[in-house]
């Protein structure tokens, strides 16, 4: 190898080194130290130079997370180590009854110490690492044998491909971790939310969701469904004897794997009560679904000592939590209608409390579902609600039947336009089929303006309805042709408010790539895969023009999100609406990590610093901003770049959370400056 090529297996080993370190900082401790158009740059030199050097490949690269060919089928594989169940309880006094047995076993009188962990609802697996990297991963399956899924597992972000070398404990040469592939419940929510819009079927719940990914036979598909996995414990791992479960976690983490949150070590079972109390308590708050929480005896011996029964050890206990579901009657179903034209069917109920809330509408997603559940106005339904996921009929009770329930039927027209409705083959949706729809137009425009798309000011609903009902606005390029004098017809629009909305369109017109890609509002495109979109485009143009297997691959972006952005840029309205937005003055700032782009390092970029910085002063950290050509201002508005927040932040802070704006770390300001070869 000449030295151009060592140069370049260098180069290449940093750059997988250091992705593997900004996946650890993201993913495990949430505390990422660039910005995500940073990360997307490190992966693309990665991607380019294996590309241009297929002799230094490496099945542990990051880059390997996506894009193997889709598997025949999965291979039955044996656990070495069964992978047990977990008995349950349903109550305190069966917690107690759990305690009380487990004494009587070991002969103690003395409390416990237990680790208490909350028991994720998704779905269990196992991975195995040996001589430190990733090597294969199956299912659960019935415990003894589980299905070959490596290549799925390995699209998992927050999953190691390496495991830390350089952590307190060195990591052993075989290792089986076991834990949970969940999918959080905003992912879950989104995900839902976009296979409803793209007329695909919806999960039921989290838990199936993960599961289905997880069974792709195309690993791009499970590449691009937002999982997670937690880790709980160790399957065999020759070598490593710890003494307690509060070690095996220990070891877990010093080897860079994610280990299940808010875990808590507590001595006496009243404090494994108090546990379950305050997690049922707190649950809506906990980013992913949990169904209870898990009781395990610390101390391996006595593990070893109380042994298992069946296929449950005797050590640990699942208490569940009660169901967040309740019964119902079925009043009534209302159809509405999306932005992409799916007519959603919606039940309406008598008004029953879930957990603390009052529910009174829910989806009942398609009419397949519909049919597969049988579901009838009249019906005594079963309501459930997952985290703060909308609330969907999860089945009916036939027995409550009298025989004057009535059948759903979907509306030949659309219930907003009175154009048919259609159902491709293929679709779980009906579809309105004008693409004039004044429902779709709504949702479009509404879309378009929120808060996380273009951010228009005062353009709310019931102005949406009157600009959509008296022709003035036809398509979301319109907003940008109106006067003052359209506005003030409308009602309740006096002249102060029709210039401050006119101002606030006008403002939109200069905003990111990435928002302007949100806003367009492509099916399966949310805002993170917007972002992700725009760091690999650059500019609007080059995204419009790009190929399904440029995008197929990207961070999240499999088959279908890349088919979806192709699809959508094909369509002839589609164009002339992008048309008409740019002939309308909206332009994008190109989003780019490359530091050549642009005279000034950070020329065009302001900066409001907030807070107290480690490692140099607010006067310091302004003066290299203006330096580099850079703004430093004081208060922040939509146009600012960057807040930047150190420890104490004043209220600027929660204002660039309000308006949308970036906020930076310490670490990451100093980062960006780094990049921009600011000193
Ligand atoms: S420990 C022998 N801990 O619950 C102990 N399991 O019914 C085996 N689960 O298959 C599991 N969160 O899928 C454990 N913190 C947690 C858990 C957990 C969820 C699931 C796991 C397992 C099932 C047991």
Redesign the pocket.
């Known amino acids: 190898m000449g030295a151009t090529g060592r140069d370049t297996a260098t180069r290449i080993a940093a750059l997988r080194a250091a992705i593997e370190r900004h996946n650890h900082r993201y993913y495990v401790l949430d505390d990422p130290e660039i910005t995500d158009a940073s990360y997307d740059s490190l992966m693309r030199e990665l991607q380019e130079l294996e590309a241009a050097h297929p002799e230094l490949a490496s099945a542990d690269s990051p880059t390997r997370r996506v894009g193997s060919a889709p598997a025949g089928a999965f291979f039955p594989v044996r656990h070495r180590v069964p992978?047990?169940?977990?008995q349950n309880a349903f109550t305190e006094e069966e917690l107690g009854d759990f305690d009380e047995r487990i004494r009587r076993l070991l002969d103690s009188e003395a409390p416990l110490p237990f680790v208490l962990?909350?028991?994720?609802?998704?779905?269990?697996v196992e991975a195995v690492y040996v001589e430190g990297r990733f090597a294969s991963g199956s299912t659960?399956g019935d415990g003894v044998t589980g299905e070959e899924i490596g290549a799925n597992l390995r699209t998992v972000r927050s999953l190691p491909l390496r495991l830390r070398p350089d952590g307190p404990l060195t990591p052993p040469a075989y290792l089986e971790v076991?834990g949970?592939v969940i999918m959080r419940t905003r992912d879950f929510a989104r995900l839902n939310r976009e296979r409803e819009e793209a007329g695909a079927p919806p999960f039921a719940n989290p838990r199936n969701a993960a599961a289905g990914a997880l069974r792709q036979l195309d690993p791009r598909v499970s590449a691009s469904r937002p999982l997670a996995i937690v880790c709980?414990?160790i399957g065999d791992c020759p070598g490593f004897a710890p003494a307690s479960e509060t070690e095996t976690l220990e070891a877990l983490r010093s080897w860079g794997l994610p280990v299940?949150p808010l875990v808590e070590r507590a001595v006496g079972i009243a404090a494994a009560a108090a546990y379950y109390r305050r997690l049922d308590a707190g649950r809506d708050e906990l980013p992913f679904e949990i169904d209870g929480v898990?009781v395990?005896v610390d101390d391996i011996a006595s593990q070893e000592r109380l042994g298992s029964v069946s296929r449950?050890?005797r050590w640990?206990v699942?208490v569940k939590f009660p169901p967040r579901s309740a019964r119902t009657t079925l009043r009534a179903v209302e159809f509405s209608v999306g932005r992409t034209g799916v007519v959603t069917p919606v039940a309406i109920m008598a008004p029953v409390r879930i957990g603390g809330v009052e529910v009174e509408r829910a989806t009942l997603h398609n009419e397949d579902e519909i049919r597969r559940k049988d579901i009838r106005v009249g019906d005594t339904v079963i309501v459930t609600r997952a985290g703060d996921v909308i609330p969907a009929v999860q089945e009916v009770v036939p027995s409550l039947r009298t025989g004057s329930e009535l059948p759903i039927v979907f509306p030949p027209r659309c219930p907003s336009c009175r154009a048919l409705i259609n159902r491709e083959a293929g679709q779980a949706a009906w579809r309105c089929t004008s693409l004039a729809c004044p429902a779709r137009l709504r949702e479009t425009i509404r879309h378009f303006a929120s808060r996380r798309a273009l951010d228009i000011e005062g353009l709310g609903e019931k102005l949406i309805d009157q600009l959509v009902d008296r022709g003035l606005v036809n398509s979301v390029a319109d907003l940008y042709r109106l006067t003052t004098e359209d506005l003030l017809p409308l009602e309740r629009l006096a002249e102060k408010s029709a210039g401050k909305l006119i101002a606030a369109i006008g403002r939109s017109r200069s905003t990111s790539l990435s928002r302007l890609i949100y806003a367009l509002g492509i099916p399966h495109v949310g805002e993170q895969v917007a972002r992700v979109l725009a760091a690999h485009a650059g500019t609007f143009e080059a995204l419009a023009s790009a190929g399904e297997d440029e995008l197929t691959g990207l961070r999240g972006v499999g088959p279908e999100i890349a088919a979806s952005v192709t699809a959508f840029f094909r369509q002839p309205e589609n164009r002339r609406i992008v048309a008409a937005l740019r002939e309308n003055g909206v332009h994008a700032a190109p989003e780019t990590a490359d530091p050549s782009a642009g005279s000034a390092p950070l020329g065009g970029r302001s900066f409001v610093f907030t807070g107290v910085m480690n490692s140099l002063t607010r006067e310091q950290a302004q003066a290299l901003v203006t330096r580099a050509g850079g703004r430093s201002l004081s208060s922040v508005s939509r146009a600012t770049s960057y807040v930047v927040v150190g420890s104490d932040p004043g209220a600027k802070a929660l204002q660039a959370e309000k308006l949308g704006v970036p906020r930076l770390t310490e670490s990451e300001f100093l980062a960006l400056l780094k990049q921009k070869g600011v000193s």
Do not use: F, H, N, T
């Not at 992978?83 to 977990?86: A, E, F, G, N, V």
């Open positions: 992978m047990l169940s977990l962990e909350p028991k994720l609802d998704g779905l269990a659960r076991r949970e709980y414990g299940v898990v395990k449950s050890p640990a699942a």
